[in-house]
């Protein structure tokens, strides 16, 4: 092993200590029993433990091509994440998505059930997710006295999250439903059984008392303002980017896609139903009892029949899927969280499938053409194939670019670019699923403009059709939202919400597809007719993950 790969390997096994919720989310057994300490102290360990790794790769000598690419991809990260905690990020980072609130939750999503110690892991971390919360609380508090808040927006909404998962909104609590979920399994231990109920009436207390928290003496200190502004949203666009944006330029190509996309959607609804409008053949699509699928269950098999046949038309054809990534399970996502379909990765030896987990908020009727391409965004050849042939690569990869590396740009650039590629590749004939897709990137264009235009406050266009001039609020953004992305109201509530709680990582799906694309262009380019798609993304991914201006480079040498 290179000095290089030695320090990531060291990083990734000292990172999981201090943060073992970080670990199970990535993948990294031996942790599941413990719990992240969430305090501003937990945070200035992990703060410290970078900077030291930092050091010590700057001092590796590079033996290889794969150490370079290594070193600089980690090198960037870990600046990222210092740079963040050094502008006091970790002191206000609460929001609807993707924040410790959520993350001490979602975490029991993905520890295996199968065995009683799997279970005896359950019932250890369920019963120090109150210490989890009041250390984080702690760190929200030493943001308050520095007079760094989250926004009303993000606390109010966690706190109705919390209301959700501790019961007070639902009959069942969300850690009720995991006892439940023992007691109809095959394991059996009365000790265990009252175990796991105190780790449940501990974590119901727990977030029932900090969405109380975050609702009556965290909200009324919580800044009025939702919009961050230039500088902080110019730091967490690079983080989630991984390379510098000119944010101006690409608020404007944001409007231009949107223009764009629009004109393709109203062409291709009118090869659907000749003569009628894009929102007479929308309330078609999402009608016809042809197009779609009754109840959950039913939901949930269809997503799997179809991922799994993706996977075996694609494998040995476009890509060379390894065995062990072919298995990936369709999910449905418990109540309470954003209304946004995710992605979760495998576990380093693959006990742990991948999994796509859909939010049904409710519904009991899918129509299908909008599902098609979130499908293979979510599973193959999107997230699930890349996340997991990197997984896969531990013969040429270090860990940390296996288990813990990459930018929202990377990946999500990559699944979006798959949805187009599968339109390419003929998946996608069906004008109702060409339409669909279209909608996805219609909604992600719109992330762009309205993700930068809320953030840094930017005037509307004076040409635009859409209160030319005015300058982005919130309820703009809705708006704007609604009429052009073309989604479900509701959903765009969730959204708008996640965009502006999350700044700068609306607007990676598009920029990390618009560098995807032009890598390929530009590789097509240098090598004309020998030109191999395939060996083209092989090789990309064989990189490993990281930030989209490395990509640029890296990819321009192969």
């Known amino acids: 092993m290179s000095k290089v790969y030695a320090v990531a390997d060291r990083y990734v096994e000292d990172f999981a200590r201090l943060h073992p919720v970080a670990a199970t989310h990535a993948g990294i057994g031996g942790y599941d029993d413990r719990m992240t300490d969430f ?18 790769l700057r001092a590796a000598p590079i033996e290889s091509e794969r150490d370079r690419i290594a070193r600089d991809s980690m090198i960037d990260e870990l600046t990222v994440q210092t740079d963040h905690h050094a502008a006091g990020g970790h002191q206000h980072d609460l929001n609807v998505i993707w924040s410790p609130f959520q993350s001490i939750r979602l975490v029991f999503d993905l520890m295996p059930r199968a065995t009683e110690r799997d279970w005896r892991a359950i019932a250890t971390r369920m019963n120090l997710v109150e210490s989890a919360l009041a250390g984080y609380l702690e760190t929200l508090k030493s943001g308050l006295a520095s007079g760094r808040t989250a926004a009303q927006r993000q606390a109010r909404e966690c706190a109705s999250q919390a209301a959700i998962w501790s019961g007070g909104r639902e009959a069942v609590s969300y850690f009720q439903g995991i006892l439940d979920e023992y007691r109809r399994s095959s394991v059996r231990s009365r000790s265990l059984e009252l175990e796991l109920a105190r780790g449940v009436k501990s974590a119901n207390t727990a977030y029932d008392e900090a969405g109380r928290y975050l609702a009556h003496e965290y909200l009324p200190r919580a800044t009025s303002r939702d919009a961050v502004g230039r500088d902080r949203y110019a730091l967490r666009a690079r983080a989630f980017c991984g390379m510098e944006i000119d944010l101006e330029d690409t608020y404007e190509w944001g409007w231009n896609e949107v223009r764009r996309i629009g004109r393709e959607m109203e062409q291709t609804a009118g090869r659907i139903l000749p003569g009628k409008s894009l929102t007479e053949v929308k309330e078609f699509l999402n009608t016809d009892p042809a197009r779609l699928v009754d109840g959950v269950d039913r939901f949930r098999g269809w997503m799997q029949e179809l991922v799994d046949r993706t996977t075996a038309e694609l494998d040995g054809v476009h890509f060379d899927i390894p065995d062990r990534v072919k298995k990936i399970e369709a999910m449905i996502a418990p109540p309470g969280g954003a209304l946004a379909m995710y992605y979760t990765g495998p576990s380093e030896d693959f006990s742990r499938p991948g999994r796509m987990w859909w939010p049904v908020d409710g519904k009991t009727r899918f129509p299908l053409w909008e599902e098609i391409t979130t499908v293979y965004h979510e599973g193959v050849p999107g997230h699930h194939f890349q996340v997991g042939y990197t997984v896969h690569l531990a013969d040429r990869l270090s860990r940390f670019q296996r288990m813990l590396g990459g930018t929202s740009g990377h990946s999500e650039g990559w699944a979006l670019y798959s949805e187009r590629l599968m339109a390419e ?35 509307i266009p004076r040409d635009s059709d859409f209160h030319p001039g005015e300058r982005w609020t919130p309820e703009l953004g809705y708006q704007f939202a609604v009429e052009k992305s073309h989604a479900p109201p509701r959903f765009l509530r969730s959204e708008v919400d996640r965009y502006l709680g999350w700044p700068g990582q609306a607007i990676s799906y598009k920029v990390g597809e618009r560098v995807w694309m032009a890598a390929r262009a530009s590789a097509r380019s240098r090598h004309g007719a020998s030109f191999d798609l395939k060996r083209f993304h092989t090789r990309a991914l064989e990189l490993g993950p990281m930030g989209l201006a490395q990509l640029e480079r890296e990819v321009s040498r192969i």
């Open 39 to 56: 305090s501003p102290e937990g945070e200035e360990a992990r703060n410290e433990l970078a900077v030291r790794t930092m050091a010590a």
């Open 425 to 459: 590749l003929g998946y996608l004939e069906n004008p109702d699923y060409y339409l669909g897709m279209l909608a996805a990137q219609a909604l992600r264009s719109v992330r762009v403009v309205v993700d930068i235009g809320m953030h840094l406050e930017l005037a």
